[in-house]
């Protein structure tokens, strides 16, 4: 599967657990301030996206003396720096985008980057937030969602309610049954194998999932 990984400038919780996501032959891409996130996990991105207002003059020179290719957008833009990344991973025509460090920290933010990830266009291509110990995702029809056992897992209907055909490998299963966003019926349910299967009617349905170990 080919891959795109995006760092975005928010909150790290696990070093180590953020670095296990990382494969060789993921292509790199930094939002602006996720360069150092990328750095103190080992990896150079291999292009630099942003205003790049979170990065030092002294930072700028050193990625681009070693290479890094760097798209500056002025200040006065209508797109955050990490939609700008997503545009930019789109002409790598990946079968998947992971986003890390796009969670936690500030909630406004964390809030559009989940409306990012929610766009139509990515109805066919696996884009998640995932910091390592959480992972967020939106999807239609049905998915799997891995981890382990006892792992914590929510279903939030996004844009308006949710009919649920099955839920399986689930502690409370669900079926046939409809889930609504004022309502917390799908929150805090847990995995009880390493693989659940996750099957809707309609809709768009968000999925958390936080790793115990």
Do not use: C
Not at 19 to 25: E, F, L, V
Not at 187 to 208: F, H, K, P, Q
């Amino acid at each position: 599967m080919s891959r795109v990984i995006i760092f975005a400038n928010g909150y790290l919780p696990d070093l180590e657990k953020a670095r296990a996501i990382i494969r060789a032959d993921d292509v790199l891409i930094a939002a602006d301030g996720g360069t150092r996130h990328a750095l103190a996990l080992g990896f150079r991105p291999g292009l630099i996206v942003g205003d790049l207002d979170s990065i030092t003059e002294d930072e700028r020179r050193k990625m681009e003396n070693a290479g890094v290719r760097i798209v500056k957008y002025s200040r006065d833009k209508n797109e955050t720096d990490l939609e700008l990344a997503i545009q930019h991973a789109l002409d790598f025509k990946p079968e998947q985008i992971i986003i890390v460090a796009a969670l936690g920290g500030r909630l406004d933010q964390t809030l559009a980057n989940l409306a990012l990830i929610s766009d139509e266009r990515f109805a066919q291509l696996d884009v998640r937030l995932d910091d390592g110990v959480e992972e967020a995702f939106f999807f239609r029809g049905q998915v799997q969602v891995r981890g382990k056992s006892g792992d914590v897992v929510s279903l939030i209907p996004w844009q308006g309610a949710v009919k649920v055909i099955r839920t399986e490998n689930v502690k409370w299963p669900l079926h046939n049954e409809m889930l609504y966003p004022e309502k917390s019926r799908g929150v805090s349910n847990e995995l009880t194998s390493d693989t659940a299967r996750i099957e809707i009617e309609s809709g768009l349905l968000l999925v958390v999932h936080r790793r115990n170990s």
